[in-house]
């Protein structure tokens, strides 16, 4: 990099589970959206994977917080600071100045003006001189190597942390989408919930979390794909005696039923929304799944049985709208449909 060349450019997802920054066509940050902050004077002392790892383990001077809920900031000053940390992170190799930064940033396509400005004047204030905004189903498309701006429908689901955003996208715009609140969060939550009503036993997130990984399913037959039961440690909900309770797959298939189910339902929403010629090209091509909910097991198949439109997860669902994002940086001037 010259001396003289001030301006860093770098894309952004900023997910509710996850922030992947890019610089240069590379990931060159991946880590959990997660911050913690010093309770009296409110300065950061960890940000991602340090701060996920003192997450539910701190004392009262410590509070770990994801400052993103459900696809948005819900904690403007502490969703600042950890993109600062992060930003710095980005660009650690750089000790001489602080560059002027053009950034793109990935949000929900069901953001309301508040949370785009909130999302702008965070990146503003962690040192964004431009910042452009892109909608998450937008570029996971871009991400995953659709050509956004032909004649012809295209289908993406992508299931993040917070939101899952459904679009129909032609002509470089969004046709008919819809943006659900509901999301991998939502799976994780329906797991403790179960294991604390089913089993007695008290399970944390991040233990929920690793749960849904090792035998979370779309589906209660996986045949030859079946996972292995999980072993549970974790304290009797009433005695508070330590308990090992196996799971096995088809019982978390069963109990992320109600909310897998509102997916489909959301789904099958956007797609009664989509003009006829599209919709055409969709049955043909088929529909895209994306997002960290795209690797749950069974998934593709169960929406594929269920709408009678093949379902495709995308080759690296995780970074589909990060490499989105990449991508839109290096045209900001060719895309009109970048905020």
């Not at 939550?189 to 929920?208: L, T």
């Not at 989509?274 to 909910?293: M, Q, R, S």
């Not at 690797?295 to 990060?322: Q, Y």
């Amino acid at each position: 990099m010259g001396f003289f060349s001030f301006t860093k450019e770098i894309a952004m997802d900023l997910g509710t589970a996850n922030t992947i920054i890019l610089a240069d066509g590379k990931i060159v940050v991946d880590e959990p959206s997660v911050v913690a902050l010093d309770r009296r004077s409110e300065k950061m002392i960890a940000v991602g994977d340090k701060a996920k790892q003192m997450y539910e383990k701190t004392h009262p001077n410590i509070r770990t917080i994801r400052p993103l809920r459900d696809g948005v900031i819900a904690d403007f000053n502490a969703c600042e600071q950890m993109m600062r940390g992060l930003i710095k992170m980005a660009h650690s190799g750089n000790h001489f100045f602080t560059p002027s930064m053009r950034m793109v940033i990935g949000v929900p396509s069901g953001s309301t003006e508040v949370e785009l400005r909130a999302v702008r004047d965070s990146a503003e204030h962690a040192g964004g001189r431009e910042v452009y905004l892109i909608y998450e189903p937008m570029a996971a498309a871009i991400g995953i190597g659709l050509d956004v701006v032909a004649p012809q429908g295209n289908m993406i689901v992508d299931i993040g942390g917070g939101s899952t955003e459904i679009a129909v996208i032609s002509l470089g715009g969004i046709v008919a989408d819809k943006s659900l609140r509901i999301a991998g969060d939502d799976l994780t939550a329906d797991i403790q919930e179960y294991m604390s009503r089913q089993h007695n036993v008290k399970v944390s997130e991040r233990m929920a979390e690793r749960i849904k990984i090792n035998v979370g399913s779309a589906l209660t037959d996986l045949g030859d794909n079946a996972p292995e039961d999980y072993v549970v440690h974790g304290p009797n909900r009433i005695t508070a005696l330590p308990m090992a309770v196996p799971v096995c797959y088809q019982e978390i298939a069963h109990c992320l039923e109600k909310t897998i189910a509102k997916i489909e339902t959301a789904v099958l929403n956007a797609l009664e929304e989509t003009p006829p010629e599209l919709y055409a090209d969709i049955v043909h091509t088929g529909i895209y799944l994306t997002g960290g909910g795209a690797l749950l097991r069974g998934l593709d198949k169960r929406l594929t049985d269920k709408i009678n439109i093949p379902f495709h997860v995308a080759e690296d669902p995780l970074h589909s709208v990060a490499k989105g994002t990449g991508v839109a940086l290096k045209n900001i001037h060719n895309f009109s449909f970048l905020m």
